[in-house]
């Protein structure tokens, strides 16, 4: 197989990867690090700095019809950035210490842990946040449209938060992803924000983060730009033709076929990692 | 003058990292599509891990490859666009927190500023 024969499966592996990512909200970064290790051979160091690359041009792609909707929340954003931030540096700094083996051990840990994560039902919120709470001292609670009209909330739980987004950081830091399943599940579960909110403003936080392991991962040589290439431009059309789709269909079994993928690939990344083929 | 509405600075922002991303997609692009007319029939290697060479890896670098038109080097100059495209955005939003006089969110976004500084700095010897 030549350059080009390889950079044109990569870049539909990428789009396919990208598209699917959108429609099921799982995001395109979580298969593109295995797709690379284990079906192309890539070494999982390179696979990791592409997917990093295509997540923040993923992030920010989006980013733009996201906030016409006046779902996502700036200052909620910014202060937990401060946590994924400092956690994707403390992960980048990880990555060149722990083995490849087991980050992709970890790796397939995490991919298992999304697909559950996406796949339950979510528990009913319990009562409404006492007022002088970190959330209201931060001026976090504000309104969102919904189809009954502007509905306000609050927030809750901000320490809780802010712990659970250091961990996003450094998983999205050590392993190249945008984890948005973590981020998600600390603003809408722990923070109870609206769930709508809670994604919006994940997605506008996956850039920022991703781009503080970045320029630690480029730094070090793990950036390959022929490598990259097919990797981001796919990754980026697939996840913008997914958005155009998603507004029209969401499809329930589209996204247990997709957890299925990803469940085998997890699978498939731990027996590597613990039999040392990574 | 209008003022610096959350709305209105949530909507710059978006307009900001859009562009950020076409242009840096468009420099990966010329650079991916010189690279495959040049060295299309090159057999790819990624099994073993040895890491970029200098001149891919600093900034100085990578703008003075993508300055000769270097394939690898617009490529990866189309890439650090990208990374630098939060950036951006975060600095924007200090801007927009100062105007609104929200000392609390300048420092905030300060903080975070100052981290992806320190990560760029990797890049910037």
């Known amino acids: 197989m030549n350059s080009l024969e390889f950079s044109l499966l990569v870049w539909l592996g990428s789009l396919a990867a990208g598209f699917l990512g959108a429609l099921t909200g799982l995001g395109g970064g979580v298969v593109i690090v295995p797709l690379l290790a ?4 890539v070494d999982i160091r390179y696979a990791i700095g592409a997917s990093l690359v295509s997540v923040i041009a993923t992030s920010s792609g989006a980013a733009a ?112 992803i945008g984890s948005g399943a973590v981020k998600v599940l600390a603003m809408d579960q722990v923070m109870h924000i609206p769930f709508k909110v809670s994604t919006t403003t994940s997605n506008f936080m996956i850039g920022v983060t991703a781009a503080a392991s970045a320029g630690v991962y480029l730094g070090r040589g793990y950036i390959d730009p022929v490598l990259s290439m097919p990797v981001m431009l796919g990754v980026l059309a697939g ?15 589209l996204r247990i076929v997709f957890s299925l993928v990803i469940l085998a690939l997890g699978a498939e990344l731990v027996f590597n990692g613990l039999t040392g083929r990574m | 003058m209008r003022a610096w509405t959350d709305d209105l600075v949530e909507r710059v922002i978006g307009t900001l990292l859009r562009w950020g991303v076409i242009l840096a ?39 003075k490859e993508a300055l000769s038109l270097h394939p690898t080097g617009l490529i990866q100059f189309g890439l650090l666009m990208l990374i630098a495209t939060p950036v951006a955005r975060v600095a924007f939003s200090v801007v927009a927190f100062a105007l609104q006089r929200d000392r609390t969110y300048t420092v905030v976004t300060l903080i975070v500023f100052a981290v992806l500084m320190y990560s760029l700095g990797r890049v910037a010897p």
């Open chain 1, 65 to 176: 019809a996201y906030v016409k909707e006046g779902y996502s929340n700036l200052r909620i954003g910014m202060f937990l950035e401060i946590a994924t931030t400092i956690g994707a540096l403390a992960g980048a700094f990880l990555a060149a210490r722990v083995s490849p083996s087991a980050i992709a051990v970890i790796f397939g840990v995490v991919l298992f842990y999304s697909a559950y994560l996406s796949n339950r039902s979510r528990p009913e919120r319990p009562e409404p946040a006492r007022p002088g709470s970190w959330g209201t001292l931060l001026r976090m609670d504000s309104s969102y449209p919904t189809a009954e009209g502007i509905a306000s909330y609050r927030v809750h739980n901000v320490p809780g938060g802010f712990g659970l987004m250091f961990v996003a950081g450094t998983l999205s830091g050590l392993l190249g």
């Open chain 1, 239 to 253: 996840s913008m033709l997914g958005a155009k789709v998603l507004t029209r269909a969401r499809s329930r079994i």
């Open chain 1, 38 to 41: 284990l079906w192309f051979g």
């Open chain 2, 25 to 63: 997609a468009s420099v990966v692009l010329a650079g991916g599509a010189a690279y495959l007319v040049l060295y299309g029939s090159s057999i790819p290697d990624y099994r073993i891990f040895r890491g970029q060479p200098p001149d891919l890896r600093m900034a100085a670098g990578i703008a």
